[in-house]
C-alpha cells in the first residue's frame, strides 16, 4: 500500500513538473472531452476484467499484486493519455479525480469503517431464518441514516457470527449485499453520495420518502426469496446433525448487548461532516461558491469539503484511541479490508477518467426521455461506474427536458418520475456487481476474512442476474410504465 501510493505520488508530481505553466480554461477541457476517442476505455475495461478473472486462476497471486494490477493499469490510461493531451491534461485529470472524488470517497469509507468496527453487539444469536431477516431488516434501516457503508459494516459480524454454526452462509451475504449496502440507503440524502449530491443541487432532504413505496416493494419481494432459500437451507442445516441450540448450551448463552457503543458519537461525527460539506457553502459566505485551496490549473480543493476531510479523521482517530483493543479483537477487526478496497477503487477511479468523460459529453445524445430509460441507463452505468457522477449526468440530462412541473434543481425542472427512475437507479443498481457500490467489495472481504468462501465477480453477478434483475423488470412495469 505504501509502495503504491509513493508510485502514485511520483507518477503524480512528475506530470505536474513536466506540466506547461499555463494554465488552461474550461473550453479547452471541452475540448479534450470532445476529441476523446471511445477505445481510450480500454484501461477501464482491463482495470474490471483483471478483478473478474485474475481471482478465479491466480489467488493468491492477485491477493500479493492487485495494488500492482491497479498501478498497471492506471499508468496503461495516464501515460498515452499525457502524450496525446500533454502532461499539464494528464495532470489535470488525474488530480480532479484523485482529489476531488476518491479521496473524499476513501476518507468516508475509512471513517465509517474504523467508528463501525469498534461496536461490537454481544450475546448469542442464533441464526435461524428468523433471526438472519431481522438482522437484515435492522441493517437496511439503518443504511439510510448511517450511510451503507456504515449500517454494513455495523451488522455485518453480527450476521456473520450468529450463523456461525452453519456451513452455508454465502447467500447471507449476497442479500445483506443487496439490502444492506444498497437498496436501504435510498430514503435520505445520508444513505448514499449520489443522493446527497441530488440535495446540494437543490433536491429538497426529505423528497427521497417518495422511494419508499418502490423500496418497500423490493423489500417484500426479496425478504420473500431470501426467507425461502435461507429456510431451505436451514433445514439442510439441520438434517445434517448442526443445530443452532450448539451455540446455546449452557455456559455459552449470553444476552444481548452493545460494546463500544460510544463510537455512535463518531458515527454522529462523521455524519455532521457530511452535512457540512452541503451546508456550510449556503451557511458562512467563505465556503460559498466553491472557495477552497487552488491546487492547479482550475482544480480547487474546497474548503467544505476539507472540513468533512478533518472532522472524518478526527472521528476516526478518537474511535481508534478511545475503543478497547479487546473490543475490536471481538470484532476480528483488521484493515484488510479498506486497504483491498483503497488499492482497487484508485485503480477504477483514474481508468474510469475517460469513461466518465465520454458520458458527460454525449450522455444528452443518447436519446434518454423516458423514466425507464432513465431508471435502467442510470442502474447499469452505476453497476460498474462510480454512481454519483453518472446520477449527476442523468439528472443533468433530465434538467434538460424542459419538464413544466417538478422538482426545481440547480440543472432546471425535472418531474418527480423521472427523478425517482434516476435515485433508484443509481441507488439499487449498484448491487448488481462487486463494483456497483464501495461497501459490497468490503462485505466481502470481511466475509472472506471469516472463512466465508464469496462468490467470484461473475458468480456474484450470477446471484444479482437471477435475482434482482427479475425485480427491477418487475419495478419497471409497475413504478414506471403503468401508473405514469
Not at 224 to 253: N, W
Request: aromatic share 12%; glycine share 8%.
Amino acid at each position: 500500500m505504501n509502495k503504491l501510493c509513493r508510485i502514485l505520488s511520483g507518477s503524480l508530481a512528475l506530470l505536474t513538473l513536466s506540466a506547461p505553466p499555463v494554465f488552461a480554461n474550461e473550453a479547452a477541457h471541452e475540448l479534450v472531452n470532445n476529441s476523446l476517442p471511445v477505445w481510450s476505455i480500454i484501461p477501464f475495461v482491463g482495470m474490471l476484467l483483471s478483478i473478474a478473472i485474475i481471482p478465479l486462476f491466480k489467488g493468491e497471486w492477485w491477493e500479493k499484486n492487485m495494488k500492482w494490477v491497479s498501478l498497471g493499469w492506471s499508468l496503461i490510461f495516464l501515460i498515452p493519455f499525457s502524450a496525446a493531451y500533454g502532461a499539464g491534461e494528464g495532470a489535470f485529470r488525474l488530480l480532479e479525480s484523485v482529489l476531488l472524488d476518491y479521496i473524499p470517497f476513501i476518507v468516508l469509507l475509512y471513517g465509517l469503517f474504523v467508528a463501525a468496527g469498534g461496536i461490537v453487539i454481544k450475546g448469542t444469536l442464533a441464526g435461524t431464518t428468523k433471526i438472519n431477516a431481522l438482522l437484515l431488516l435492522i441493517g437496511t434501516a439503518l443504511a439510510s441514516w448511517i450511510g451503507t457503508t456504515g449500517a454494513a459494516m455495523l451488522m455485518i459480524r453480527p450476521l456473520i457470527r450468529a450463523n456461525a454454526w452453519r456451513q452455508k452462509k454465502v447467500h447471507m451475504m449476497v442479500f445483506f449485499i443487496f439490502l444492506v449496502a444498497n437498496m436501504g440507503g435510498c430514503l435520505t440524502p445520508l444513505g448514499d453520495p449520489p443522493l446527497f449530491m441530488g440535495f446540494q443541487r437543490g433536491v429538497p432532504f426529505t423528497w427521497t420518502f417518495h422511494l419508499l413505496p418502490i423500496l418497500v416493494f423490493n423489500l417484500i419481494l426479496l425478504f420473500t426469496v431470501f426467507c425461502l432459500i435461507d429456510h431451505h437451507y436451514y433445514k439442510k442445516e439441520i438434517a445434517a446433525g448442526r443445530s443452532p441450540m450448539d451455540m446455546q448450551k449452557e455456559g455459552h448463552k449470553e444476552p444481548i448487548r452493545i460494546e463500544g457503543g460510544h463510537n455512535l458519537i463518531f458515527i454522529a461525527m462523521i455524519i455532521v461532516g457530511v452535512l457540512a460539506n452541503g451546508l456550510l457553502p449556503e451557511m458562512i459566505p467563505a465556503f460559498a461558491h466553491g472557495a477552497g485551496i487552488h491546487v492547479y490549473d482550475e482544480i480547487v480543493f474546497p474548503f467544505a469539503t476539507l472540513a468533512e476531510v478533518i472532522i472524518i479523521l478526527i472521528a476516526a482517530f478518537l474511535s481508534l484511541k478511545t475503543t478497547k483493543e479487546h473490543t475490536r479483537e471481538l470484532n476480528e477487526f483488521t484493515n484488510g479490508p479498506i486497504i483491498e478496497v483503497a488499492v482497487l477503487f484508485i485503480g477504477i477511479f483514474i481508468t474510469m477518467i475517460p469513461a466518465l468523460m465520454l458520458l458527460k459529453t454525449h450522455g444528452a445524445e443518447l436519446g434518454i426521455n423516458q423514466p425507464w430509460q432513465m431508471f435502467w441507463a442510470t442502474g447499469f452505468l452505476s453497476s460498474f461506474l462510480d454512481n454519483t457522477p453518472t446520477y449527476l449526468v442523468f439528472l443533468q440530462t433530465a434538467g434538460a427536458l424542459g419538464a413544466a412541473t417538478g422538482i426545481q434543481t440547480a440543472v432546471g425542472t425535472v418531474s418527480q418520475i423521472m427523478l425517482e427512475a434516476i435515485s433508484a437507479g443509481a441507488v439499487f443498481m449498484g448491487a448488481n456487481t462487486y463494483i456497483g457500490n464501495a461497501p459490497n467489495f468490503m462485505v466481502k472481504a470481511i466475509a472472506e476474512e471469516n472463512n466465508i468462501k464469496m462468490p467470484s465477480f461473475f458468480g456474484y453477478m450470477a446471484w444479482s442476474n437471477s435475482i434482482l434483475i427479475p425485480v427491477f423488470i418487475i419495478d419497471t412495469f409497475v413504478f414506471f410504465l403503468l401508473f405514469i
